[in-house]
């Protein structure tokens, strides 16, 4: 009988490799105008300070001129946002509230392709992942909040919990459109007024949220976006106007932010850093595992503080595993963001690159086994392979630092407990994942585990009804959910 | 696969029961795999030992590879690979002669004002035709010396629900009639009985009638996916089927739906990329039924590509079983062509 090789024909030429052609999405559905100017009391209004020029990752190029805010633009915002909150914002009843949040959320869908590309330019993560992640849970984001407006009786604060006044807001590069929707939605839904600063070097896609905001109708003054750097941050939560301040981004800034708050009595909220484990049991689905561990590590390029970013996998499965998570990781497609195929986009600043190089240097000296997709990478732009580095250890700096880019280590385990022990061993405590068939064992290592999510099964899930935030040096505080609803409150029972 | 060494306890036409010796493993086999069908106690715990299919996971997968643009010529190339691996099928009660005939010969040229013995932007044919056994000698006829083979469903197709005795005559009318590949059907009933055994046994005992033949002749078999109902099956029936030298692994029988899914050909996907990288052996996947349009099409070849790898994408190794498929498939070649979309009344019917 023939054996299954044998064959009469010439193999077809895809089978040597079948190259998908470029498909990349049109940078003029953008809009991108050449400058930007900061969004104050209800209008776009000149900034005091020197402009300065935000860049396009994928191809290093300057994108557009931003006006940037002074400290006292930053007053003249507090003061506005004051101002609304008493006037406007506060008094109106949470039915009027909620229209304004579904109007703004319907805006965002409206301006969802729009809004994709400019991320994608202004940031540098991949459209697929602004089309079909960052703009549509912003919206949803808006959508859900609007829900809570008229019924923040039923939060369990007490009969008619009160708004706590201003909030200050700072907010990262790694998703500027959907933090800024995390942050804003629940404050004005709980009645609160907004100060809202994007990252200098991804400001543009928030001041399109500001024109969706000033559409719909938003009355001035209720959300302010300033711009500029960490100066203009400072100056902003530490300013006396302000009754709440809401910050995410590195640890180093916010532990700063929390001693200069300590005493002031302002409410504060942190989402800092991680280090999350992504735990895989011998008994795990291994194929939707790899799938897990690759959105959990390469998603947005690994710049998410929640990334899955050490793999513990248990011996008895490790090489299998380590087999199939390097062919799928090689399958990775890295490159032009705009490229509708692309999965791996650029890294949002050449500082982050090179802070991410540095710690892929360090791991190979330590010792680590460095593994690097061969996928092709574009000559311009900022870009990093998909990066594993096994035979690491836990005194390494690649696994005690968070690198926030597309570089996973990888540790084994022999037991439960063993498992614990490594995934708790780190400052931080934002996200884990468990990958088991066994659900006793699930919720067993969900008990244990010192993290503020942790993802049963999948990873890198993200919905505006759960609760999402840290342990230890990841911060406090929680967004999402009647929780989030709570931190911009006063527990009024 | 493998010349089969099958004693002489499972030659075709008899009878064998799930408490049957299922010995007699593939000599090139790893240990552990020729050592998982040594009993049904054993084969039993080879399939739990199977790692288990998530399917948030899997679909989620699915959903993200359905997302890719596939556009100009990668999409054109595409296009001309999934006609050249549709095994155009006709599964009638109804088929007549006059049906089965024409039916072949528009498997040989599927768009005539570009044939495929033509120059040029030529159409390449289908694969295979897919006819029930006592239609195989009429398709024959018409495509002797094309390159484009004949399959037929056997073993009492679609069901299964009959005598091995009587599912064997059925394949050997196939085979006598010229058939080139046999697509025989899982007891479904069996393996929802837990008979892990018996699935085996059948598919061995096919399998050894299917090379008793001509020598050339290959074997799919379908699982019947949508009645299996979840993932883990799935893949335990990928492996019952791999273990008893399967040549495809195809997921429906068309007459069930759900049929083939991206998820379910997905989880056929990794299978045989599991059963290469454990054996050496490359197993060829059919997914058949649902699969109606172009975008489908080329949905799946992503699948085939990202999954598997780029070494199925082959007629010889990955297959569509469709029937309205291959209009679509000329539509968007002639499209694409053209620049422009044509009157589908200009397709022909079969």
Redesign the interface.
């Known amino acids: ?5 044998t ?3 010439t ?13 990349p999405e049109s940078a003029a559905i953008a809009a991108v105008k050449d400058r930007y100017l900061p969004f104050v009391d209800g209008t776009f209004v000149e900034g005091h300070g020197d402009d300065a020029v935000t860049f396009n990752p994928g191809n290093a190029e300057p994108l557009a001129t931003v006006s940037q805010s002074t400290t006292g633009d930053v007053d003249v915002a507090v003061a506005a946002a004051r101002r609304a909150y008493e006037d406007v914002w506060s008094p109106m009843s949470g039915a009027e509230r909620g229209r304004y949040l579904f109007r703004i959320a319907r805006g965002l869908a409206e301006r969802a392709r729009e809004l994709a590309v400019l991320e994608c330019l202004d940031n540098g993560k991949p459209i ?1 992942e602004t089309r ?1 992640f960052d703009v549509p849970t912003a919206a949803q984001h808006f959508f859900y909040h609007a829900g809570w407006a008229d019924k923040l009786g039923h939060l369990g604060l007490g009969p008619a919990p009160r708004p706590l006044g201003v909030a200050a807001q700072v907010i990262p590069w790694n998703f500027p459109l959907l933090m800024a929707a995390w942050k804003i939605a629940p404050a004005l839904a709980a009645g609160n007024t907004v100060v809202i600063k994007p990252a200098e070097t991804t400001p543009l896609s928030v001041l399109v949220l500001a024109e969706v905001m000033a559409d719909a109708g938003l009355p001035p003054g209720v959300v302010n976006v300033v711009t500029g750097a960490g100066d203009i941050g400072s100056a902003l939560v530490n300013h006396p106007g302000v009754d709440k301040v809401a910050f995410t981004g590195s640890t180093t800034v916010g532990r700063g932010i929390q001693r200069s708050l300590a005493g002031t009595g302002r409410r504060l909220t942190l989402e800092l850093g991680g280090k999350g484990a992504n735990i895989v049991f011998d ?7 790899v ?2 561990i690759v959105n959990g590590i390469f998603f947005n390029a690994g710049q998410v503080c929640c990334a899955g970013s050490r793999l513990l996998v248990q011996e008895p499965v490790a090489e299998e595993l380590l ?1 199939k998570l390097e062919a799928r990781a090689q ?1 990775l497609r890295v490159g032009d963001p705009l490229d ?2 692309t999965d791996v986009g650029a890294i949002s600043s050449v500082r982050q690159k090179t802070k991410i190089d540095e710690l892929v240097a360090s791991g190979a000296d330590e010792g680590a086994h460095v593994w690097r997709s061969t996928a092709p990478v574009p000559d311009r732009g900022w870009y990093v392979s998909p990066t594993i580095l096994t035979a690491t250890a836990g005194s390494m700096r690649v696994v005690r630092e968070e690198i926030f880019g597309p570089v996973l280590t990888v540790e084994t385990f022999r037991t439960p407990d063993e498992a614990v022990a490594k995934a708790n061993n780190t400052p931080y405590g934002l996200s884990a994942g468990v990958w088991t ?1 066994k659900g006793s064992r699930a919720m067993a290592m969900a008990s244990a585990l010192q993290a503020g999510v942790v993802w049963d ?2 990873f890198n899930r993200f919905d505006p009804a759960a609760a999402f935030g840290g342990y230890g040096e990841s911060g406090f505080g929680r967004e999402g959910g009647p929780a989030g609803m709570a931190a911009y409150l006063e527990d009024g029972s | ?4 060494a099958s004693p002489p306890s499972r030659v075709p036409g008899t009878a064998t029961g799930p408490d049957s010796s299922l010995a007699a493993d593939e000599p090139r086999l790893p240990a552990h795999l020729a050592g998982a069908t040594a009993d049904e106690a054993t084969l039993r715990r080879f399939l739990a030992g199977l ?4 399917p ?3 679909e ?2 699915a959903a ?1 590879l359905a ?9 054109l ?2 296009i001309d ?1 999934a006609i ?1 691996m549709v095994d155009l099928t006709t599964l009638e009660g109804s088929d007549t002669p006059g049906k089965v005939a024409n039916l072949a010969r528009k498997a040989l040229s599927p768009d005539p004002g570009r044939p495929s013995t033509g120059s040029g932007n030529s159409c390449p044919a289908v694969a295979a035709v897919c006819v029930y056994p006592d239609r195989v000698a009429t398709a024959a006829d018409v495509v002797a010396g094309s ?1 484009v083979r004949v399959a037929s469903v056997a073993t009492a197709f679609p069901s299964g629900r009959s005598s091995l005795e009587v599912k064997l005559a059925d394949v050997r009318l196939a085979l006598d009639s010229g058939a080139d590949e046999i697509d025989m059907v899982i007891d479904r009933g069996a393996f929802l009985a837990g008979q892990y055994g018996l699935v085996l046994e059948q598919i061995r005992a096919v399998k050894a009638v ?3 033949g001509s ?2 002749a ?1 074997l799919k078999v379908i699982l019947e996916t949508g009645e299996l109902a979840t993932y883990d099956n799935v893949r335990r029936a990928c492996w019952i089927a791999l273990l008893g030298g399967a ?1 495809f692994l195809k997921t429906s029988t068309g007459k069930v739906s759900p049929a083939a899914t991206l998820p379910v050909t997905q989880v056929l996907l ?1 299978a045989v990329r599991d059963w290469r ?1 454990q054996t050496g ?4 996947v059919k997914p058949a039924g649902g699969i109606r349009t172009t975008k489908d099409a080329i949905r799946h ?1 992503v699948a085939v ?2 999954v598997a790898g ?8 990955f297959r569509f079983g469709a029937s309205s498929l291959l209009d679509d498939l000329v539509l968007q070649r002639r499209a694409q062509l053209a620049g422009h979309y044509a009157d589908p009344a200009t397709v022909p019917l079969d």
């Open positions: 009988m023939t054996t299954q090789t064959r009469t024909t193999p077809n030429p895809l089978s040597q490799g079948w190259t998908y052609a470029p498909a697929r079909d008994d795990a689905a291994l194929d939707q595992a799938e897990g087999a399958t509708k195929n068939e099964n999948t | 696969m493998t010349t089969y790692p288990g299919v998530d948030v996971g899997l989620q997968r993200t997302t890719r643009s596939i556009k100009k010529a990668s999409k190339a595409a690979l050249s390159g299917v090379a008793a020598g050339r290959r040549d990794q990288d052996q490359q197993v060829a070849l590509n990202e780029p070494e199925w994408l082959d007629p010889h190794w």
